[in-house]
């Protein structure tokens, strides 16, 4: 297996990929059942602390990175060097180790081809902070690639929800589609298969939770009483907690948004470069309203 500058090994072609099931960064990225490490394993995604991230790459699992797993990462975006330690910088890190590798200069290709450009899309579990939004800017124009993020809650850390919120909108405001991570839909029928044909990112984690959507049916089509199993508890809290952040989420997304539009942000007191980053969250806003939290 093919090593980058980096120490990170690396599946050489696509076809390899879909053939043997693997991602492109060599490791798991199958997130767990949930009934598997409790409040601490942060790929049940039930973790407080922990960010995750699963990159997507044209529907090629890229892999799955996750903060504070060792020494911060040194990689560039362009000239720049850049450190960091949250799953964005690890993503990015890695995104420029494999950039000038066959399988990268293969889907590059394969793009071209299609005079389509490259699409990444980022599964995350809290929003990307002020400081990874302004690092992913810098990347998606670097590497004219498209972005897609899906967003299971609203990051609280670092500057707080507020600065959070506007630059989850920054990105947005630079043609970065923002959306849910909706990873309670039952209308997707609980994929097991990606559209590529590799195994979902879900698989293990929705088997489980189909047991708080379905009911027992008797032969007579009347609904079953029956005392609720341990995982089947286990699935409605995850359900309820999912649900509770996600509302949460919006609700300060929303005021952000309401701020924005009544200008209780004050701009005639902002600075020249503040009032046209303040245009552009402007510019954002019928964007976000249309297009956060609703899942493609």
Known sequence: MPRGKYGTYFTSKVESC?????????????????????????????SEYATVVLAKVCGIIFGRFCNNTGEPKKYKIGEETII????????????????????????????????KPIVITLKITKS??????????????????????????LYSGDQGPIVNSFALLSLASTGVAVKMWDVLAKEKGFQK????????EMKYMTQHLKSSFLMTIDEDDAVEEKEKSNIELLSDAFRKQILQMQEDSKQQLQKRLIEMNTKELHVKKLKQPSRKIFCNYQTATIFMQYQIWKTF
């Not at 298969?193 to 979902?200: A, F, I, N, S, W």
Request: charged fraction near 25%.
């Open 84 to 115: 960091g330690d949250h799953s964005e910088d690890y993503f990015m890190a890695t995104w420029e180790e494999l950039w000038d590798e066959p399988i990268m200069k293969q889907i590059r290709a394969l793009q071209d081809l299609q005079g």
């Open 18 to 46: 879909i053939s043997k099931d693997k991602p492109i960064v060599s490791g798991n990225y199958i997130f767990d059942p949930i009934d598997i490490g409790g409040g601490n394993n942060p790929f049940t995604l039930n």
């Open 128 to 153: 990307p902070c002020d400081q990874c939004s302004k690092k992913l800017i810098k990347f998606i124009q670097h590497y004219n690639v498209n972005l897609r993020l899906k967003i299971l809650r």
């Open 193 to 200: 298969k990606t559209k590529r044909g590799q195994t979902h």
